[in-house]
């Protein structure tokens, strides 16, 4: 069974960046599409990024466009978020998660395997 490992995170300064790490095990990431989502604090789970399979399609929402970029390896079984210009309204706990489902998806149902998550917090 596909196991996923987040790293990453930290406290970094409105205006840094970050770059978060999904590593997988126990099977090949190349069966996947990798979807990053993340959960502040009283809030709901956000999809954040989606890459598919071979990485040939992605989707950001709205708010990150233009300064997150998600990219993939699958040789290294790694999916990577690069955070550029980042807010205190980044501040979560940031997941990855797989799914098997076709087509591009943020919809956190259809994803069967998650990560334990990695914190970011963005504060000066």
């Known amino acids: 069974q596909l196991q996923l490992v987040e790293s990453g995170g930290g406290l970094v300064q409105p205006g840094g960046s970050l770059r978060l790490s999904c590593a997988a095990s126990r099977s090949r990431l190349e069966y996947y599409s990798i979807g990053w989502f993340r959960q502040a604090p009283g809030k709901e789970r956000e999809g954040v990024s989606y890459?598919?399979?071979?990485?040939?399609?992605?989707t950001y929402t709205d708010s990150v466009k233009g300064r997150f970029t998600i990219s993939r390896d699958n040789a290294k079984n790694t999916v990577w978020l690069q955070m550029n210009n980042l807010k205190p309204e980044d501040t979560a706990v940031y997941y990855c998660?797989?799914?098997?489902?076709?087509?591009?998806?943020?919809?956190?149902?259809?994803?069967?395997?998650w990560g334990q998550g990695t914190q970011v917090t963005v504060s000066s």
């Open positions: 890459i598919s399979r071979r990485g040939g399609s992605t």
């Open positions: 998660a797989a799914t098997v489902a076709s087509g591009i998806t943020l919809r956190s149902s259809e994803y069967a395997y």
